[in-house]
């Protein structure tokens, strides 16, 4: 049996080099650009029993430093692979890392419990090692089945081959990127397409409409994918898999780029919106929400034409992403310092505008204020009124008759709206509105902030200190 299974994985290997070796040159040319420290190959060995599946885990290509090592939370039984000789040189006695040495390639193994066995429909997620500060750069994965029970696998890595023996059911996979999750189900479903990028698993011929899309369909960087045009029963979300069921064409080519700049980029697969923006870019039209592709077309719309296609290179270069990250690189595009990314993932459906802050460290009365900000808009200097007026020995009030400011001496009222104030209950005509709400914060204008509250200003290179021209 081993002799007919080393056969089938290398007349495989061979079948498939041609694909293995262009995948090869296309994802190594991003590797120097990404956030990890290095990267690694990896060969899986899974081998699934009544109520357990069996992880034989090798890396190849370690660096010689000392590595950490992220086993799985439900993992049991872990240790060194013991049938790879000279495999566990480096695994320390406690288990949690690879100290520093020669060999470049190590193996370990565990077992991952399954309370209800392999069930129709299951989904496998979070049940591999990972070397921390590491990316994977391949992955080739064997799945053995000792209860012979059928079905069909898939983790979106290309499925090499297929066989039935005596004794078990194996599934070979080979392609770029890693895997987090493996999908199993009774239903053999045939492969109706394939290319660099998809493996379209469906009941029925695929449309030449459809076909034609797919080949068309090309996402700078992405990984593999497979997708299978049947209901998706178990609510299966999955940065590498995709169901697909009673949609039109462009409703799955959104999809798609969405669920490969997810894989490409490690973004959340729960919070879209990030996928979204950055699919829009990369594919130069509007995908997305309507919040998406607002924030899009607003950064679209800002940046000059030399600087959205360095915007644009940028995306192609940085992984993985978050909104931190965006708005680091956003800023260092447009030479100004923004939190758009961020403050849009944090406000839901609230739309965040695209608005630029001073980097300067804000001082008031002599101590520096690390949660106030700076902003600048159409024109406008606004600070955070909050942590301001806390300094200044003020309290904030916003109620449904308008916004509250007062201390021991001194009370505002500033209606919504209208253009007065009224300070010691006294009205006073006002030609603009001294506060504007950015989200859910409140920010005074600069001149009105020097006026109301009799403060003076200077501004040095690194530093604004604000303080009390009058003693209250």
């Not at 399954?114 to 992955?139: M, N, P, Q």
């Not at 700076?374 to 300094?391: H, I, Q, S, W």
Request: charge should be negative; aromatic fraction near 10%; proline fraction near 4%.
């Amino acid at each position: 049996m081993k002799f007919v299974i080393s056969f089938l994985m290398m007349s495989l290997v061979v079948v498939n080099s041609v694909l293995l070796l262009f995948q090869y040159h296309v994802y190594s040319s991003s590797l120097e650009e990404e956030k990890q420290s290095f990267f690694y190959e990896q060969e899986i060995a899974l081998t699934f029993k009544s109520d357990s599946v069996i992880v034989k885990q090798h890396f190849r290509h370690l660096p010689q430093q000392p590595l950490t090592i992220s086993w799985p939370i439900s993992s049991e039984n872990r240790s060194c692979d013991v049938s790879t000789s000279d495999s566990c040189s480096r695994l320390s006695d406690d288990l949690i890392s690879f100290v520093e040495g020669d060999s470049s390639e190590q193996s370990i193994s565990y077992e991952i419990p399954l309370a209800d066995g392999l069930t129709d429909g299951k989904l496998l997620t979070g049940f591999l090692a990972k070397i921390e500060k590491g990316g994977v750069s391949y992955t080739t994965l064997h799945v053995t089945d000792e209860l012979k029970r059928g079905g069909m696998w898939v983790s979106g890595l290309p499925v090499i081959g297929t066989t039935s023996l005596d004794l078990i059911d194996y599934t070979f996979s080979y392609g770029v990127g890693d895997i987090t999750d493996l999908y199993w189900q009774q239903e053999i479903i045939p492969v109706k397409y394939e290319n660099d990028y998809f493996t379209v698993y469906s009941p029925e011929d695929l449309s030449e409409e459809v076909r034609a899309r797919l080949d068309s369909l090309n996402i700078p960087n992405s990984t593999h994918m497979t997708l299978l045009f049947t209901e998706n029963k178990n609510n299966i979300k999955s940065s590498r898999i995709a169901f697909v069921l009673g949609k039109d064409m462009d409703s799955i080519e959104r999809d798609l780029t969405v669920k490969s700049v997810q894989s490409q980029y490690d973004l959340n697969g729960e919070s879209p919106l990030l996928a979204e923006v950055i699919s829009s870019f990369l594919m130069e039209r509007p995908i997305g929400t309507e919040k998406s592709i607002w924030m899009y077309e607003t950064v679209n719309n800002y940046l000059t034409t030399s600087q959205m296609t360095e915007w644009k290179a940028i995306l192609t270069k940085n992984h993985p992403l978050n909104a931190k990250e965006l708005d680091k690189l956003l800023s260092e595009t447009i030479d100004l310092k923004t939190s758009f990314f961020q403050k849009n993932e944090q406000a839901d459906l609230e739309k965040f505008p695209l608005l630029f802050e001073d980097p300067r460290a804000l001082y008031v009365n002599g101590v520096q204020q690390e949660e106030m900000k700076l902003l600048m808009r159409d024109g406008k200097v606004l600070y955070a009124a909050e942590p301001l007026l806390t300094a200044l020995e003020y309290t904030l009030n916003d109620t449904d008759k308008g916004l509250y400011v007062q201390n021991d001496s001194r009370a505002f009222r500033f209606p919504i709206q209208e253009p007065f104030y009224v300070l010691n209950e006294k009205r006073y005509d006002a030609m603009s509105e001294p506060f504007e709400r950015i989200g859910s914060e409140f920010y005074i204008e600069e001149a009105w902030m020097i006026r109301l509250f009799l403060l003076s200003l200077e501004k040095e290179e690194n530093r604004i200190n604000i303080t009390e021209s009058v003693p209250l």
